[in-house]
């Protein structure tokens, strides 16, 4: 099973605050997605990736930019947090057709 | 586009019973199916998927799911149900024929069996 890695696990910032979400996965997979869990919503794709450089958009991607730097590394970039994005964060990659999420981060932004 | 729909947000039964949680998909090719788990305050993990072949598929935990084609369903089943099975259950689609591979996920249901 992957072993997907997300830091920090817990953030509280301020409006306008500059954030980013780091995610690790040591498997090697090519491809790697960024979502948001929000009570009534589930989940839903804010960008993913399918290697270093690449980057696609997802169904929520306003107000993130990401980056894959790495194969192994994909960030979620906020660089003007609102309110709005009060959220669980999980990464994810895929092996085979299967996703294998990380454990999430809590954004608090106030 | 495509979309899962999990019209039951929560779900309540007593221990020993059978569950059944439903999901249905709108997608105009054949779809990579899945279920996930959540327990509270935890990550998703994978239970199950239905990719081709056998319509039943079986997966980790003793749940199966069936895969209807002519009603777009893929429900997921336990018989009988442990107080431990308490969780969010999320269904999620991949629509591969796109090549896209965004996955797509239904809102989750929350169950809770009672002891």
């Known amino acids: 099973e992957a072993a997907v890695t997300q830091s920090p696990r817990n953030k509280v910032t301020v409006t306008g605050g500059n954030v980013t979400l780091s995610c690790r996965q040591t498997?090697?997979?090519?491809?790697m997605y960024w979502y948001r869990q929000d009570t009534g919503h589930g989940l839903r794709l804010i960008h993913y990736?399918?290697?270093?450089?690449?980057?696609q958009i997802g169904d929520v991607p306003d107000g993130y930019k990401a980056t894959r730097t790495t194969q192994e590394d994909f960030f979620l970039l906020l660089e003007l947090a609102s309110p709005s994005q009060t959220s669980l964060y999980f990464c994810?990659?895929?092996?085979?057709?299967?996703?294998?999420f990380g454990e999430g981060s809590r954004l608090i932004v106030v | 586009a495509q979309s899962v729909d999990q019209p039951d947000a929560h779900v309540t039964l007593s221990e020993g019973a059978s569950l059944e949680l439903r999901c249905s998909y709108s997608?105009?090719?054949?779809?990579?199916l899945f279920w996930y788990v959540q327990y509270p305050g935890q990550s998703l993990q994978f239970l199950l998927k239905?990719?081709?072949?056998?319509?039943v598929v079986k997966g980790t935990k003793g749940f199966e799911a069936e895969f209807r084609k002519s009603n777009s369903s893929f429900n997921l089943k336990k018989s009988p149900a442990h107080w431990s099975d308490s969780a969010k259950y999320f269904c999620?689609?991949?629509?591969?024929?796109?090549?896209?591979?965004?996955?797509?996920f239904g809102a989750g249901t929350r169950l809770k069996v009672i002891a």
């Open positions: 999620a689609l991949a629509p591969v024929n796109t090549g896209n591979y965004k996955y797509v």
């Open positions: 997608y105009s090719a054949a779809p990579y």
């Open positions: 990736s399918y290697g270093a450089g690449n980057l």
């Open positions: 239905y990719i081709t072949g056998d319509t």
């Open positions: 498997n090697s997979h090519n491809y």
């Open positions: 994810a990659s895929r092996a085979g057709n299967t996703l294998y």
